[in-house]
Structure formats: structure tokens, C-alpha cells
């Protein structure tokens, strides 16, 4: 700890110019001290441009100060060299591998504490104290202990090379400025010393300037960072908290809209289940009096039959209860429709506050922008952007289907074509699917004629053999279903029927949107009319599909312009 205290005193009692102990201190206006050849040999060199500066703090003097020697600084420097001898411990001193040995030490040399770059030669403390106290020594130049001190010296005159060639950019001696460079721009080498060190000084300023702005950018950056993740943090927590409080309302509406459903079918259920008991009570009664009509139509004695008869006629007096009226099995459509509606207009909602974030800058340019969703097409003209070729696939068509116009036209006709057997082909339902697979934005437009068409799409993977509901558009999780009557529209899915409301039109729009999970069907005059419109997540590329109920009917899928 003792060795570690005397080296901070060392350093703090160090020239800024040589880096070495202070010789002959003095102190410039500033308050920085130097030794007084270091600080005169710079401002020398700053005598032309007559601004003279502090080479630590860089302040500016427009006249030359007078330097005046500092006695405390000055002894304080040589109490730190007894000081520096006594400290060292003996075992310490002797030179190991790695270590500058003194070059005027005998036998076990000691290290060296300084190279002279005059007499090129190491020191040890003892050996360099008349540098420190002879007046030609004290002018040296020294340094740490370095091996490279022959590096200095001229390998062809055995000189110390204390010129720089300009013209060759090398280290000379004095002998090989008037020989070998003759007649190049020479300087010393102090002097070139000094020219470069203001080069280095400069590019050092330089970087450190942008070190400071490098490192402003990346304090306002962390800033940013901190306020990014801040605000995700409060968007999460409170977008979190808004949909619990909507899943908690929306269960809420779910157990309501399920306890009314139970409490009607309950009442509806009750009514029927009256009107059953009493339909069997009048058809009891009713199997009685035809029983005893029965007995007496059957009496053989017509004097008896002629008495019993009047009896009889009073059983067909009786009241009887008029006809029950079957309502149409619509029971709970409108609950269903309703439902949908507010699942229809909820996505809506969503879809607006997903567009409208996503149209939000986030204010960091670093980021890469990402590309903004197009929106819904609104008009006809830019759902024909999208139009797609559909052509049907012969493999796929049931054996009632006859396909024309370039596989673009099928027509349910009552007799049956020869087909060869395939795979892919629908066997019992009267379907047929496009050859295309549909991914992406896609539009398409199906010309209907007769009544009991489907416009559908479907997954490829559809089951095709057999009579099961598997196969069927419209009744499994696998196809999507619009069927069209004359008189009206119905939407089916997995076997779930919705009604659909909208003006009739022979033609049917269909627009897929493959990644947002969008599929919508529209009736198509002069004007485009919404029917229905699905919000899903589709697993497959899709295909169109086409299903018949009646005789007759045909369906074209249009190519529209």
C-alpha cells in the first residue's frame, strides 16, 4: 500500500509535457505547473502565431507570461525523490525477465527508474541522480525505461538521430542530413514531434468531440428506450384491464342472452307439452266413441240397430277442440341473427382501432416502417382489382353436372354423364369446386339462373364419397355456404343456418381476404349490397365451389372487367 501511495504523489508532481518528475517547476497564469525547459521550448514554437496556450487546459495567453520558478513545488519534488529510494524495497530493485536493467550497473544490475533519449541509456535511481543534480545533465531528455533506446540510434554513423526527413518521412542523424539527404527538407525531430503532436491533438479533440455527441445520442436514445417500454407497459396494463372488463360485460350479456333462450324454450316448452296432453285426452276420447260407432255398425239385428241409433248420434255432438297451428320452425332465428350482428359489428370496431394504431407513427426514425394494411374494397371498381379467373374442375363435378364455356358454366341436368372415377369427384351431392386454389385478395363473380343454387368456397380436403353431411357445403367446419332461392338468402356454416337479408339479384359477389380471415358475399346490380360477411381464421388455401338443388339451374362464373 505504501509503494501505491508514492506512485499517486509521483504522478501528481509529473510534467504534463515529458511526463517525468518536475525539474525546475514553474507556474504558468493558469495555475498549471511545468517543468520551465518543457513549457519554454512550447511557447517557442508558438512565438509566430503570438497566442501562447496551456498545453492541459488549452487556455490562451495573448502575451508571453513570465515564468517564475516555484520553491515549494521544487522541494516537494526532491523530498519525493528521497522519498522514492527509501520506499523501494531492496527485493524490488534487482532487474527480472521483462524488466529495463540499469546500463551502468555491475554484476546483479538493478532496475532501471528512466532512459536518457541524449546519452541512450537506462538508469537506475541511484545511477540517474546526477541528471538530477549536474547542469548539463539536467538538459536531457528523459523518459520511462524502454529497450528501444538503439532503435534511436543511426545504424551508419553511430549518431542519435535527432532529424526527421520530410522528403523520405524517416528518422536521421545529423551526419546523414548533409550525406544520403542532401538537399531534403529536414527538421528536428522535436520539432516534427511538435508539429505531429498538434495533429494528434487536434484528431484527438475531434474524436472526443464526437465521443461527447456519441454520447449525448446515446443518452437521449436510453431515454427513448425507457419511454418506449413505459408506455407499452401502461398500453398492455390498461389495454388488459378494458378487455377484461369486456369479456367480463360480454359474459355477463352471453349468461343473460343463454338464461332468456332457456327461460322461452321452458315456456314454449310448457305450452306444447299442454296442448300435447290435451290432443291426447281428445284422441282417447275420440277412439272410445269410434268404438262404440264401431259396435253398434256392426249389429246384425237391424230392429236393434234401428234402436240403438238415436243413442249414437249424440257422440258426434260433442265439441271438439279446433286444429292446432304449427308455427314455423323459426323459433330462435332472431337470437341468432342478433347475436351475429353485434359479433359482426364488434369486428367492425376492431378492425377500425387495429387500422387506425397501425396508421400511428411511433416517432423513433431508427425503426423500419412497416407497411400499411390496405383497406376493405368499398366500391365495385376496386373489388375488380382483385377479379380472379375461376374455371371448374371436371374431376371434381358430381355426375349430374354438365360443365361449358370453357369450365367456367355448370348445369344440373337429370340425366347422368359418363364421368371415369376419380378421387376428387363429389359422388352423391350435386357440387363441384374451381381449379384454382385461392389465397390472398380474391374476387369473383357467380351468374345464377333457377332456383337452389350455393355459391360456396371450401377447403380441398372436403370429404367427396358418400351421402354424409361431411361432403356437403354448408354443414361442416371445412365450407363456407350463401344459398339462394328466388325469394331469399341463407347463409350456412358447420350445419349452422343463418337468414340473410338483401335486395335479389341473379348475380352474386364473393370477395376472400385469405390472411385477415375475411370472406364476404354481395348481391350485384347497379349497386354492390353487403349479404353477409364472415370473420374467421382459414388454415388452407380455399377453393370456389358451386351446389344445386334443382333441376335446370346453372351457374357461370363470370370474367369481369
Known amino acids: 500500500m505504501a509503494q501505491k501511495g508514492v506512485q499517486l504523489d509521483r504522478d501528481t508532481f509529473s510534467c504534463a509535457i515529458c511526463l517525468d518528475l518536475l525539474k525546475d517547476p514553474v507556474t504558468v497564469p493558469c495555475g498549471h505547473s511545468y517543468c ?48 522514492e529510494l527509501q520506499a523501494a524495497p531492496a527485493d524490488h530493485c534487482y532487474a527480472g525477465p521483462g524488466d529495463v536493467s540499469c546500463d551502468v550497473c555491475t554484476g546483479r544490475k538493478l532496475k532501471a527508474c528512466k532512459s536518457c533519449l541524449h546519452c541512450l541509456a537506462s538508469y537506475c535511481d541511484s545511477h540517474l541522480q546526477p541528471h538530477y543534480e549536474v547542469a548539463p545533465l539536467k538538459k536531457h531528455k528523459l523518459m520511462e525505461p524502454s529497450k528501444n533506446l538503439q532503435e534511436n540510434l543511426c545504424s551508419r554513423h553511430d549518431e542519435v538521430m535527432k532529424m526527421f526527413c520530410l522528403t523520405d518521412q524517416q528518422s536521421i542523424c545529423y551526419l546523414c542530413s548533409v550525406e544520403q539527404h542532401k538537399g531534403h527538407h529536414t527538421v528536428s525531430a522535436a520539432a516534427e514531434r511538435t508539429e505531429k503532436q498538434r495533429e494528434l491533438e487536434g484528431r484527438r479533440q475531434n474524436i472526443q468531440h464526437r465521443i461527447r455527441f456519441r454520447e449525448k445520442d446515446a443518452k437521449l436514445l436510453q431515454r427513448e428506450l425507457e419511454a418506449i417500454n413505459d408506455s407499452a407497459d401502461k398500453a398492455v396494463e ?168 370453357g369450365n367456367r358454366r355448370v348445369t344440373f341436368t337429370n340425366q347422368r354423364r359418363f364421368h371415369s372415377f376419380h378421387p376428387d369427384r363429389f359422388t352423391v351431392w350435386r357440387q363441384v369446386l374451381s381449379t384454382e386454389s385461392l389465397t390472398g385478395r380474391c374476387y369473383w363473380e357467380v351468374e345464377r339462373r333457377g332456383r337452389g343454387v350455393s355459391v360456396a368456397v371450401s377447403y380441398k380436403s372436403i370429404s367427396r364419397a358418400g351421402s354424409s353431411e361431411e361432403c356437403l357445403f354448408g354443414y361442416n367446419d371445412k365450407s363456407w355456404a350463401l344459398e339462394c332461392d328466388n325469394s331469399r338468402y341463407n347463409f350456412r356454416y358447420n350445419k349452422v343456418l343463418t337468414p340473410v337479408s338483401g335486395p335479389q339479384s341473379s348475380r352474386v359477389g364473393v370477395y376472400l381476404d385469405h390472411q385477415a380471415g375475411i370472406l364476404s358475399f354481395y348481391s350485384v346490380s347497379k349497386a354492390m349490397t353487403l349479404l353477409h360477411r364472415v370473420q374467421t381464421t382459414f388454415t388452407q388455401p380455399l377453393h370456389a365451389g358451386i351446389k344445386f338443388y334443382t333441376f335446370g339451374s346453372t351457374a357461370e362464373f363470370i370474367k369481369v372487367k
Not at 503570438?50 to 517564475?68: A, D, E, I
Open 36 to 83: 520551465k525547459e518543457c513549457i519554454k521550448t512550447q511557447w517557442d514554437r508558438e512565438d509566430e502565431k503570438r497566442v501562447y496556450s496551456c498545453p492541459q487546459c488549452r487556455k490562451t495567453f495573448r502575451q508571453r507570461p513570465v515564468l517564475q520558478k516555484s520553491t515549494m513545488l521544487a522541494d516537494l519534488v526532491e523530498e519525493l525523490k528521497k522519498t
Open 238 to 405: 390498461h389495454s388488459e384491464k378494458m378487455f377484461t372488463e369486456l369479456m367480463r360485460l360480454m359474459e355477463k350479456r352471453r349468461s343473460d342472452v343463454k338464461q332468456q333462450v332457456r327461460s322461452q324454450q321452458r315456456t314454449e316448452v310448457s305450452q306444447v307439452k299442454k296442448l300435447q296432453e290435451k290432443l291426447k285426452l281428445e284422441i282417447t276420447e275420440l277412439k272410445r266413441k269410434d268404438a262404440e260407432l264401431q259396435k253398434v255398425s256392426l249389429t246384425q239385428d237391424h230392429n236393434q240397430f234401428l234402436h240403438d241409433y238415436p243413442s249414437v248420434l249424440s257422440l258426434n255432438e260433442s265439441t271438439h277442440s279446433s286444429s292446432t297451428k304449427i308455427r314455423p320452425q323459426k323459433y330462435f332465428e332472431g337470437v341468432t341473427a342478433a347475436v351475429s350482428e353485434i359479433r359482426h359489428k364488434l369486428h367492425d370496431v376492431l378492425r377500425e382501432n387495429s387500422s387506425r394504431r397501425s396508421k400511428t407513427p411511433t416517432g423513433v426514425d431508427v425503426f423500419l416502417s412497416q407497411p400499411k394494411p390496405e383497406p376493405d374494397p368499398k366500391t365495385r371498381a376496386e373489388f375488380l382489382k382483385y377479379s380472379r379467373d375461376i374455371t371448374l374442375g371436371p374431376n371434381t363435378a358430381n355426375k349430374r353436372l354438365l360443365l361449358s364455356e
